[in-house]
Nanobody
Framework: QVQLVESGGDSVQAGGSLRLSCASS????????IGWFRQAPGKEREGVAA??????????NYADSVKGRFTISSDNAKSTVYLEMNGLKPEDTAMYYC????????????????????WGQGTQVTVSS
């Protein structure tokens, strides 16, 4: 059974940085996609960063709102995907979730929540001004 566990959320001031982690277990596909999503109270869940990987290629994608500030990366040895967040803004405040799908997702679907099968429980990020 696939499990995803997020960690690293915290309360920071505007301009600060955080690194979120998504540890996976039970995920055996060599071709997969991982996405980071966020949801603020009263708002829809939105994709912020995603990657698709196979044995030779990695493709990443970012929402316009986080380009240049957020970076998605992975450590396969630790079965962990990271979201490095710099230059945080109050509007980045949300519950952040990682999601996984056992297939390659192309750019037009990497940031769509409904295409992902597996989800973590979320980690809260709060940015104060």
């Amino acid at each position: 059974q696939v499990q995803l566990v997020e960690s690293g959320g915290d309360s920071v001031q505007a301009g600060g940085s955080l690194r979120l982690s998504c540890a996976s277990s039970g995920f055996t596909s060599s071709r997969y996609s991982i996405g980071w999503f966020r949801q603020a109270p009263g708002k829809e869940r939105e994709g912020v960063a995603a990657m698709s990987r196979d044995s030779t290629t990695t493709s990443t994608n970012y929402a316009d709102s986080v380009k240049g500030r957020f970076t998605i990366s992975s450590d396969n040895a630790k079965s962990t995907v990271y979201l490095e967040m710099n230059g945080l803004k109050p509007e980045d405040t949300a519950m952040y979730y990682c999601a996984a799908e056992g297939r390659w997702l192309y750019a037009d679907s990497q940031l769509l929540a409904h295409v992902y099968t597996y989800w973590g429980q979320g980690t809260q990020v709060t940015v104060s001004s």
